[in-house]
């Protein structure tokens, strides 16, 4: 026992751990039980005992809900900047599909390029679907004919123990759940009509979610994977 | 808030995802902003101390498994102590901003505290200490008052504050043992 009080106060050193994890003790007194502290597992054992039991305290003190802004200010300083939100992170995409459409309908406006819808309401639109960081590649193809969408992992796995999830970004939407990917084989499934109708210029994207916290407004696991509906 | 959600959720912030820690922000935010919010007496010192906390959790969500504390003790041991280093470091500079009325916010539900969820502490309290002396400790807890402070509201010498705060504990200490 380094510090010692046991001839002027009542108590030992479990006394001591008491009081430092309440924040009593001060100045030459603290810096002397820190410096017990870093070397002596019992006192380690004792303040934990303490802060574990004292915490039942803490019960009684109400709940504040900090203002939002503090969130944003923390998010910042954590982040290193205002991090990017879901639609954000594929704005980069569709943004460029929408100005490809954009481009395509002066063209097309102009005469400067022949109208060819029959040709393009036929072939289907394909995406691959890569990630920033060499994760997880996809390809995938929707038919406008019989608006059913088919996607295949061509390389890459998911991170351990997660499980991905496809998802459309209609131009200007919100996030849709397609469904999970299955372990292998390829992704199928017949889209509704309102959402199939969006497809062209919509952007895919690939989430990694850990098992059971999948929801369908969206995803709560990172991106892996993103690309954009192209025509051929 | 479930245990296994906060630490599945420190698990994912470890990864570094994002996600997780807004969901954990979520979960924890008031409570422990009514813990710094308790100690700092202040929204700007407490927001700022709050800021602190989350920081250190971005960056040690690791450490919490080390610490084999139950994940809300070591939360709000957390928050604690950056609001009582906080309220220590600015101990010389008065507050600017309007303080919160703290007994608003720490009811004294004093020795006659019925709490139904009464944990082993609290029946310890009411077993062995005395009353005065269990809303001491409660106010040092909460409010992380000094001993400077305990001992002028109680009327009392420093000294004798810190004889009978350590006698209490002691008390505790082999209540809690039983």
């Known amino acids: 026992m380094s510090v010692d009080h046991s001839d002027t106060l009542p108590g030992g050193d479990s006394e001591l751990a008491g009081e430092y994890v309440l924040g009593l003790l001060e100045g030459v007194e603290l810096h002397a039980f820190e410096a017990q502290l870093a070397s002596d597992p019992a006192l380690q054992a004792e303040v934990a005992a303490w802060a574990a039991h004292l915490s039942e305290l803490a019960a009684d003190i109400p709940e504040v809900a900090p203002a939002p802004a503090v969130l944003r200010r923390i998010e910042i300083a954590a982040f290193g900047a205002a991090p990017p939100s879901f639609w ?16 395509a309908w002066v063209a097309t406006g102009v005469g400067l390029v022949p109208m060819s819808e029959p040709v393009r309401d036929a072939a289907p639109l394909t995406a691959r679907l890569e990630s920033d960081s060499g994760g997880v590649s996809l390809s995938a193809a929707f038919h406008p004919a019989t ?86 | 808030m479930a245990v296994s959600e906060i630490e599945a959720l420190l698990a994912r912030i470890a990864g570094g995802e994002r996600t997780a820690f807004r969901s954990f922000y979520a979960l924890t935010s008031a409570r422990l902003f009514g813990v710094c919010l308790g100690v700092l007496g202040d929204r700007p010192r407490a927001e700022e101390a709050l800021q602190q906390v989350y920081l250190r959790i971005w960056e040690q969500a690791d450490r919490y498994r080390v610490t ?32 919160v009325d703290l007994d608003d916010l720490l009811p004294d539900t004093g020795p006659g505290d019925r709490t139904p969820d009464a944990g082993p502490l609290r029946l310890a309290c009411r077993m062995v200490l005395p009353p005065d002396l269990t809303a001491m400790l409660r106010r040092a807890y909460a409010r992380g008052e000094s001993y400077e402070t305990l001992a002028r509201d109680a009327g009392v010498s420093r000294d004798t504050a810190r004889q009978l705060m350590r006698r209490g504990l002691k008390s505790l200490r082999a209540e809690l043992d039983r």
Not at chain 1, 88 to 103: I, M, T
């Open chain 1, 88 to 103: 954000r992170q594929l704005w980069p995409y569709v943004l460029g599909a929408a100005a490809a459409a954009a481009l």
């Open chain 1, 147 to 232: 608006a059913e969408l088919v996607a295949e992992v061509t390389g890459g796995a998911p991170p351990p123990g997660r499980i991905l999830f496809l998802w459309a970004v209609p131009e200007g939407g919100t996030p849709r759940l397609l469904g999970q990917m299955p372990d292998s084989g390829p992704f199928r499934r017949d889209l509704p009509l309102d959402l199939a109708s969006e497809m062209p210029g919509a952007g895919l994207a690939v989430s990694a979610e850990a098992e059971g916290t999948v929801s369908p407004a969206a995803p709560l696991g990172p991106i892996v994977a993103r690309g954009l509906f192209t025509q051929p």
């Open chain 2, 68 to 99: 084999g504390q139950e994940p809300m003790v070591w939360l709000v041991t957390l928050a604690r102590d950056a609001a009582i280093d906080c309220k220590r470091r600015e101990a010389r500079r008065p507050a600017d901003a309007a303080p």
